[in-house]
T-cell receptor, first 112, second 116 residues
Framework: LAKTTQPISMDSYEGQEVNITCSHN???????ITWYQQFPSQGPRFIIQ???TKVTNEVASLFIPADRKSSTLSLPRVSLSDTAVYYC?????????????FGDGTTLTVKP | GAVVSQHPSWVICKSGTSVKIECRSL??????MFWYRQFPKQSLMLMAT?????????EQGVEKDKFLINHASLTLSTLTVTSAHPEDSSFYIC????????????FGPGTRLTVL
């Protein structure tokens, strides 16, 4: 299972764009990259998932370089309610589908 | 879509008793369900993986006789903490996968267990 490394914490201000990078040097060919958001005392919430290049949805963008050894979650114009812990997961497929290891996550604090 | 529920949301019990936590996928059939434990200010730790109709696969260090997992249908998995002790107090979270191919897990809201 690919191990992930993220910054422990980040600070930002309302209205700014936030980019959180995750390193996954030993990502396997079939692995997808998934990002989750977690608020205190709640289960993680799915944000975005990708395999390569760029993926965008209504809340975030995910940038994945060609070598796939890292990925960057981009949150446009953050607000106070985006203060949370963000996890990137790299998961394999087949019989172990869904079995990914959570790293330490990045605690994002958005200030007014 | 892809909603996962857990019941109860919190439970307080006496040491030595057993507690059952339910995890349900409300609007989809989950091929696989997962159980995690999370201590304060720590990341999620995978406890076990369960597939409908088969025995759960436990992670190293997780006692299968203490944490009983049943996955009787494609929409329901249960975790029973047997003979609970204060050190079992934690936040238990389940997740469910839609398919085997994309590794997208959808998480329940979690269950806060406090053992007195």
């Amino acid at each position: 299972l690919a191990k992930t490394t993220q910054p422990i914490s980040m600070d930002s201000y309302e209205g700014q764009e936030v980019n959180i990078t995750c390193s996954h040097n030993n990502i396997a060919t079939n692995d997808y990259i998934t990002w989750y958001q977690q608020f205190p005392s709640q289960g993680p919430r799915f944000i975005i998932q990708g395999y390569k290049t760029k993926v965008t949805n209504e809340v975030a963008s995910l940038f994945i370089p060609a070598d796939r050894k890292s990925s960057t979650l981009s949150l446009p114009r953050v607000s106070l309610s985006d203060t949370a812990v963000y996890y990137c997961l790299v998961g394999d497929k087949g019989t172990n589908a869904g079995k990914s290891t959570f790293g330490d996550g990045t605690t994002l604090t958005v200030k007014p | 879509g892809a909603v996962v529920s857990q019941h109860p949301s919190w439970v307080i019990c006496k040491s030595g008793t057993s507690v059952k936590i339910e995890c349900r996928s409300l609007d989809f059939q989950a091929t696989t369900m997962f159980w995690y434990r999370q201590f304060p200010k720590q990341s999620l730790m995978l406890m076990a993986t369960s597939n409908e109709g088969s025995k759960a696969t436990y992670e190293q260090g997780v006692e299968k006789d203490k944490f009983l997992i049943n996955h009787a249908s494609l929409t329901l998995s249960t975790l029973t903490v047997t003979s609970a002790h204060p050190e079992d107090s934690s936040f238990y979270i389940c997740s469910a996968s839609l398919t085997r191919s994309t590794d997208t897990q959808y998480f329940g809201p979690g269950t806060r267990l406090t053992v007195l």
